[in-house]
């Protein structure tokens, strides 16, 4: 039992899984954190736009 436990320590497979996923769960915060600040920004930007008589 312990040299099986001790072959899954040793294995590093397992830990470029453990990389992968680190690295996507940063990628998808960025991505929110983009796609929050973007949202803010544009509709800012649409409500200028509308206040100055642009909107229609």
Do not use: C, K, P, R
Request: aromatic share 8%.
């Amino acid at each position: 039992m312990i040299a099986i436990l001790g072959d899954y320590w040793q294995d590093e497979e397992g830990l470029t899984t453990v990389e992968y996923a680190i690295l996507l769960v940063m990628i998808v915060l960025g991505a929110i954190g983009a796609w929050t600040s973007l949202d803010s920004s544009v509709n800012n930007a649409v409500g200028i736009v509308n206040n100055d008589g642009f909107g229609g």
